[in-house]
T-cell receptor
Framework: GENVEQHPSTLSVQEGDSAVIKCTYSDSASNYFPWYKQELGKRPQLIIDIRSNVGEKKDQRIAVTLNKTAKHFSLHITETQPEDSAVYFCAASLMNRDDKIIFGKGTRLHILP | NAGVTQTPKFRVLKTGQSMTLLCAQDMNHEYMYWYRQDPGMGLRLIHYSVGEGTTAKGEVPDGYNVSRLKKQNFLLGLESAAPSQTSVYFC??????????FGPGTRLTVL
């Protein structure tokens, strides 16, 4: 089955700097890769996703890149702000066949003042 | 429009007791999922359903059962609770298997 590895487990960056979180997946057939943000004590919420037919997607300060050959994808947050402090989860799924979504173990992002 | 709700919010059980967690949605979504979240372990899929009357096993199904008798409800059962099942349980729904909408979570402690 699918396995998703996420690194780093903890990341601290100065406010205004960029943050990068990386994930690798094992099943080359996976075709959907979402990223979720979970603030302390709250439920996870989708922040961005990418499908296997696209290499990069941007939404304001966040972007996701996908390298299908290497089976890895990354989340990039630019101009970080205090409200970016949270736990971020990547996930991989084979839509329309298996439909399981397997999550990475998460990255706790700290934005330092 | 409540979205995704979970009942109860908190529960304390003794080892060997049983209980059922209810997930309800008014979004008319086909897909529903149950996850458990433990420190450092991320979100692990327990069971899921791709439509009314269907269920399938996820990554960690042992010790849990599920039922999806109605499209809007997905029940997670623990027949004989164990301390290892102490966790935060999240339900999620999805229209076609992509974006997941999570419920607020249920914090379960098994003594």
């Amino acid at each position: 089955g699918e396995n998703v590895e996420q690194h780093p487990s903890t990341l601290s960056v100065q406010e205004g700097d960029s943050a990068v979180i990386k994930c690798t997946y094992s099943d080359s057939a996976s075709n959907y890769f979402p990223w979720y943000k979970q603030e302390l004590g709250k439920r996870p919420q989708l922040i961005i996703d990418i499908r296997s037919n696209v290499g990069e997607k941007k939404d304001q300060r966040i972007a996701v890149t996908l390298n299908k050959t290497a089976k890895h994808f990354s989340l990039h947050i630019t101009e970080t702000q205090p409200e970016d402090s949270a736990v971020y989860f990547c996930a991989a799924s084979l839509m329309n066949r298996d439909d399981k979504i397997i999550f990475g173990k998460g990255t706790r992002l700290h934005i330092l003042p | 429009n409540a979205g995704v709700t979970q009942t109860p919010k908190f529960r304390v059980l003794k080892t060997g007791q049983s209980m059922t967690l209810l997930c309800a949605q008014d979004m008319n979504h086909e897909y529903m999922y149950w996850y458990r979240q433990d420190p450092g372990m991320g979100l692990r899929l327990i069971h899921y359903s791709v439509g009314e009357g269907t269920t399938a096993k996820g990554e960690v199904p042992d010790g849990y059962n599920v039922s999806r008798l109605k499209k809007q409800n997905f029940l997670l059962g623990l027949e004989s609770a164990a301390p290892s099942q102490t966790s935060v349980y999240f339900c999620a729904t999805s229209l076609v298997g992509d974006t997941q909408y999570f419920g607020p979570g249920t914090r379960l402690t098994v003594l």
